[in-house]
């Protein structure tokens, strides 16, 4: 009687045809990490829906759409509001890209670091629209003399992320 603790000889067929097993189990992993990235893209939206923009993998526009309300506001401010929706975008899809990856190469692993290199640190992940708002000399959206903003009334575009 065999020790069932102590397997016999390993035929190496066998180990062959596991290790065959195993390699086209990554590859088609592989593959599908593949396709997850080439198909990334992220869509960013402002509060009241007169921008939208649309990034791929790589963070290049790859659409923007506006509404007869992006039209109301003046040309800075609109242009503001397109690169702030842009940045958003941006990193939506660099943290899509960078959770295939994870998924192919491990979340702790030096490829992960690697690509975290390429990725906004942390603090630059928070939209600096609020900042750049503050310290901007883009002029604020027109307001007729003598009127008064509305309690909880904002500017044309979204600042909260």
Known sequence: MTDSHHPGPVDPF???S????????LRAKAEQVQEKIRNATATATARDGAVSVTVGPA??????????????QPPETLAALVLSLARRAQRQVGGEV???????VGENSSAMSVL???????????????R???NSSLPRPYRPSGQRRP??????????W
């Open 59 to 72: 963070g290049a526009l790859v659409g923007l759409k506006f509404t007869s309300q992006a039209y109301r």
């Open 18 to 25: 596991a290790f065959t097993e195993e390699l086209d189990g």
């Open 98 to 104: 960078s959770r295939a990856y994870a998924e192919l």
């Open 14 to 16: 066998t180990q062959f």
């Open 116 to 130: 975290g290199e390429f990725l906004p640190a942390e603090s630059e992940r928070e939209d600096p629209e609020s």
């Open 151 to 160: 309690a909880g009334d904002t500017d044309d575009y979204d600042t909260s």
């Open 132 to 134: 750049e708002r503050k």
